[in-house]
């Protein structure tokens, strides 16, 4: 559940650099607590750094970050362990001895549940992921982190996982940083689209759609030209490509 | 299962495959799969090769082509190890030899895994074993023996030392390398994830060494069996080389070869000792396995 704090995350000044070469350069940044964000920007701009900071796997930072204790994090690759079963793998790094079903609530919720036992390398791509999203959801975040998590699926697939992590979003109601390129995939699921660049959020606006959302929407056709355009990409580009 | 293929091989499609090479088209046939027609199990085909040799061999002894002072006859050898058997020779002998091996491989085991643990886990444990590790490893163990001989004696102590030698490097390379060829990736998920260093260690990083840790102690038991044969070649009073040196003095060549069949043996026994615990430990592993 969110906590009752209005912010969620709160970082002032965050600088992080690779080899003297800035790469977060004096960030600053509020997520508002249950909200769903997602994150733009090209490979390269730091935006996965960014993430990596807020879930605390980065500590050689200067500036403020405050993050909820409880986070979790689902990476673009599952990070399965191949030697532990998959309830295992949800369990693992949990406090005291939680049992089996408390991993198999979890599975079930990303609809692995007969999925328990099997071994990792058993598993297709989306069944790892949704495997790494149970392992994430089971910690019961305050802060969930999504590091493009459906970026190597198959677009089929993609479009299922997509549907369930805003299905558990509007379940659980933690607040949610996604990092993505896609922009679609942005405007479908979040309330509010960040693009960064040159190591800063370089524009910030509000996603006000109603849900379900379709990509047929005019309104989400605006911000999307308005987003691609933040991008460097003109609509134009994109229409010549698809043609 | 049943797959239906186009166009079946019978009278009426019979015009349409005039047409075939001149449209740069194939036909594809199914595969013979396993359960079509009648095979020779995969063990049944792969015994012809050595029986062969086996027969080939017995021939050429009873043609006289093959001396009984060069090389004893199958039937010869089959014979003297019924006598060694019966009479306890071997077994003791065998006895004798496979305690040094255990030994051997207890102590350098400890000694290889212990160090390795020391410089994979560790960055100062790293800098103060793996440089002399490193540098001892360029050393020929074999041409230890006669320090061996001068440190500990001629009784057990020499053999069972060089078998440890041999036991601890192998052990000691592998078991580093696997730890430290641990993906980085799932060392972070596991931070992510709330696991403390001894929890990395414990669920990340030992796990992930494992399968290197099962190729350094195949590795070291084929050493072990190496070190165990020049060690005994040497002033052994008891064990298999003891009994082929003996009978090396009586040109006993079915003696010597029943020695080199047994240690064949206990070699092929090791491996298939760890290929078991491979297949216990490491089913997780997503391996290609043939065909």
């Not at chain 1, 911000?223 to 691609?228: E, K, P, S, V």
């Not at chain 2, 015994?47 to 002072?69: I, K, M, R």
């Not at chain 2, 070190?227 to 080389?241: K, P, Q, T, W, Y």
């Not at chain 2, 000792?273 to 396995?289: D, G, I, M, S, Y």
Request: aromatic fraction near 6%.
């Amino acid at each position: 559940m969110a906590t009752d704090l209005h912010r969620a995350v709160t970082v002032q000044g965050l600088t992080r650099s690779f080899d003297g070469r800035p790469v977060v350069d004096g960030l600053d940044l509020t997520l508002h607590a249950g909200q769903f964000t997602a994150l733009l920007g090209h490979s390269g701009c730091g935006k996965s750094t960014l993430l990596r900071v807020l879930a605390g796997l980065d500590r050689e930072i200067s500036g403020t970050v405050l993050v909820p204790r409880r986070r979790a994090v689902a990476f673009q690759a599952p990070r399965l362990m191949p030697w532990k079963r998959v309830w295992r793998n949800v369990l693992l790094g949990l406090p005291g001895k939680p049992d089996r079903e408390v991993a198999e609530r979890a599975l079930a919720e990303v609809g692995l549940g007969e999925r328990s036992g099997a071994w990792p390398k058993t598993l297709s791509g989306g069944e790892a992921q949704r495997a790494s999203l149970a392992r994430a959801l089971v910690r019961d975040p305050d802060l969930l982190l999504l590091d493009e998590p459906f970026g190597a699926l198959d677009a089929l697939t993609r479009i299922k996982a997509q549907r369930l992590v805003a299905e558990l979003w509007q379940r659980r109601g933690c607040t949610v940083l996604l990092v993505t390129h896609d922009v679609d995939e942005a405007l479908l699921l979040a309330d509010r689209a960040l693009v960064m660049r040159d190591g800063v959020i370089a524009y910030d606006t509000a996603v006000d759609l109603d849900r379900p959302r379709s990509p047929g929407d005019p309104a989400l056709a605006a911000l999307r030209t308005c987003l691609l355009a933040e991008l460097g990409v003109e609509e134009g580009d994109v229409a010549e490509k698809a043609a | 299962m049943t797959v239906d293929h186009a166009p079946p091989p019978t009278a009426p499609s019979a015009p349409d495959i005039s047409v075939l090479p001149d449209a740069k088209v194939e036909s594809l046939t199914p595969a013979r799969g396993p359960g079509r027609g009648f095979s020779v199990p995969r063990w049944l085909r792969r015994a012809v090769g050595p029986v062969l040799l086996l027969l080939l061999w017995q021939l050429s002894s009873a043609a006289g082509v093959l001396p009984a002072d060069v090389l004893a006859s199958p039937g010869t050898i089959a014979r003297a190890a019924g006598e060694l058997i019966v009479d306890g020779t071997l077994p003791h002998a065998m006895g004798v030899s496979l305690r040094r091996v255990a030994v051997g491989l207890l102590l350098g085991g400890a000694v290889g895994i212990t160090l390795a643990l020391v410089s994979g886990l560790s960055r100062l444990g790293e800098d103060l074993v793996d440089a002399p590790v490193q540098m001892l490893r360029t050393v020929p163990w074999v041409g230890l023996i006669p320090l061996f001989i001068i440190w500990l004696g001629i009784g057990e102590a020499p053999k069972v030392a060089l078998i440890a030698l041999g036991v601890a490097f192998h052990l000691y390379l592998n078991v580093y390398a696997g730890i430290r060829g641990v993906d980085a990736q799932l060392v972070e998920a596991g931070e992510s994830l709330g696991l403390g260093r001894w929890g990395l260690v414990r669920h990340v990083v030992l796990p992930g060494a494992l399968p290197g840790a099962m190729t350094g102690l195949r590795y070291s038991l084929a050493t072990a069996w190496l070190a165990l044969v020049f060690g005994e070649s040497i002033n052994a009073d008891a064990g298999i080389g003891f009994l082929m040196n003996q009978a090396r003095e009586f040109f006993r060549t079915d003696v010597i070869v029943v020695c080199l069949v047994v240690y064949a043996f206990l070699g092929l026994l090791a491996d298939a000792l760890v290929r078991t615990l491979e297949r216990l430990l490491l089913q997780w592993r997503p391996t290609f396995t043939g065909q």
